[in-house]
């Protein structure tokens, strides 16, 4: 079985991308990375490729994928904003194949890539989501050949679980998904042309035994336990709310046609398994606003899937709903939570356009032109660390000089010197400080440090959909 491609509009494709390449590159210059994507590009540059593998990705809680395509270009001494360029260029490329192989009408193809996530928060955002998106939707291209095609189909399995945890689970999931195939048709006689053999399968089962040894938590890690349920809950409801739009009533309704449509196309294992381990994960586990798009996408990916499957595969619903109007149901119910995802994917562009991200690129700048680096200069936390990839020479903050050479690590030892205490001892000329929940806790709402005065502050927005989800100002302090 051959993918579904669009046979009337494929010049078209060639537009959409042309469009979508000319609104990364208008916005990408303005964009401030923060210290999520800093980091990445940190442990790339000055970490051991061996201990990148072996030590430090158990520390982040996510496979290397990402920091591998890093490596070359800071360990060449590129400028940081190559990090951005090669965000841009990635979800570029998955835009390309959505405008090209997304089946269904054309509307749907030519609008998913102007979607939040798409568009921004796994664009212009520069972190290992931008490769999650683009296996995720080349595995939709290539999904009606597995049977013809399956070295493909397993590599790109593979890639997808190194993006990130949640890749891994999905990847998983896709997995077992072919496994039940494969024993159905094997109970059944059935000889496909060249379905995996046990050699794929043993190569994909050992991917996942050798991330989850890798990525296994090390014992002075600093991180906090499993959520309880009653936050749990709450976490997952907001997931998947977040997922759609900012409002239950406008995701839950619309969502609904779209899994129902699923379901009856037989992608119900993928839709309903698939989507409730993720959210589970998020809800228990760690979930941040922007991890609300791996749902988004792999709904877009199951509806992929379904449309895929002729309408002859659907059956009658309650009488009235034929194939047909089934078909449309989900479509539509998709068309409405895209709709409302580009007019929040246009006000974050807007806004990063218009307004600091982070306030990390004014503070290094500042540092730079007064040469305070060769100064006593102490960090607070993680938030500080990011303007160190403006600066060629590693790590220049006095108290973990001697644990670090130029990133953040998520140990216990990284954790006492955030105290307010321990942060002031050696009276350092200045210090750094990333204006966080955390810092006024530490040092008041005033945010006074005994003994220092602010000099100059340094603002920054993170944006999510349109507004500030929090502040990431930086703070620069001068011992009086």
């Known amino acids: ?58 520390y982040e809680g996510t496979p290397i994928l990402w920091h591998l395509l890093l490596v070359p270009l800071a360990k060449g001494g590129l400028p940081y ?48 989501y931008v490769l999650f ?37 999905l990847s998983g999931t896709l997995f077992l998904f072919l496994l039940g195939e494969a024993f159905a048709a094997w109970r ?23 991330l989850v040894v890798q990525l296994w938590p090390p014992a002075d890690i600093w991180v906090r336990g499993l959520m309880p349920l009653g936050i749990a809950s709450r976490v997952m409801d907001l997931a998947l709310r977040e997922a759609g739009s900012q409002n239950g009533w406008l995701t839950y309704p619309f969502l609904l046609p779209i899994v129902v449509l699923c379901c009856v196309r037989r ?19 760690y979930f941040g606003f922007w ?23 659907s059956r009658k619903l309650l009488g009235f709903l034929s194939p047909r109007r089934l ?33 990390s690129r004014e503070a290094a700048a500042y540092i730079q032109q007064r040469n305070l680096q060769q100064t006593k200069i102490h960090a607070y936390d993680i938030n500080s660390f990011a303007v160190l990839p403006y600066f060629n020479g590693g790590n220049f903050f006095a108290n973990f000089r001697d644990i670090t050479p130029g990133f953040w690590v998520w140990s216990r030892e990284f954790a006492n010197r955030t105290e307010a205490r321990a942060v002031v001892e050696g009276a350092p000329d200045y210090i750094l400080v990333g204006i966080k929940p955390k810092t ?29 989800c929090e502040t990431d100002h930086l703070v620069l302090y001068r011992r009086q």
């Not at 006689?189 to 994909?204: K, N, S, Y």
């Open 1 to 58: 079985m051959a993918p579904i491609e669009p046979k009337r509009d494929r010049p078209w494709w060639l537009v959409g991308t042309v469009l979508f390449a000319v609104i990364m590159l208008v916005v990408a210059p303005e964009h401030e990375p923060w210290a999520d994507e800093a980091q990445a590009w940190l442990l790339a540059r000055d970490a051991p490729l061996w201990d990148l593998f072996w030590k430090y990705a158990r």
């Open 81 to 128: 904003f190559t990090l951005t360029l090669l965000s841009i260029l990635l979800a570029t490329t998955t835009a390309a194949i959505i405008f090209r192989s997304y089946p269904g009408p054309a509307i749907l193809r030519f609008t998913i890539p102007f979607s939040y996530f798409l568009v921004y928060q796994y664009a212009i955002v520069a972190r290992s």
């Open 327 to 359: 078909t449309w149901a989900g479509v539509l119910g998709a068309l409405v939570i895209i709709g409302v995802q580009i007019t929040d994917g246009a006000r974050a562009l807007q806004s990063d356009y218009e307004s600091p991200y982070s306030g």
């Open 291 to 313: 991890h609300a798009g791996i749902v988004t996408l792999w709904l877009f990916f199951c509806l992929g899937l379904a449309l895929h499957q002729p309408e002859e595969t």
């Open 133 to 169: 998106a683009l296996l995720l939707f080349a595995l939709l291209a290539y999904w009606p050949r597995r049977q013809e095609k399956p070295w493909i189909i397993v590599l790109l399995l593979v890639l997808l679980s190194q993006t990130c945890v949640h890749g891994m689970i």
């Open 267 to 285: 992608v119900a294992f993928l839709t309903l398994f698939g989507t409730t381990v993720l959210v589970l994960f998020l809800g228990f586990r």
């Open 440 to 468: 006024r806790r530490d040092f008041g709402e005033k945010l006074q440090i005994p003994g220092y005065v602010p000099e100059k502050t340094f603002r920054g927005e993170i944006i999510w959909k349109g507004s500030t």
């Open 188 to 210: 059944a006689g059935v000889r496909t042309p060249a379905r995996p053999d046990w050699i794929q399968w043993g190569l994909l089962g050992a991917n996942y035994v050798l």
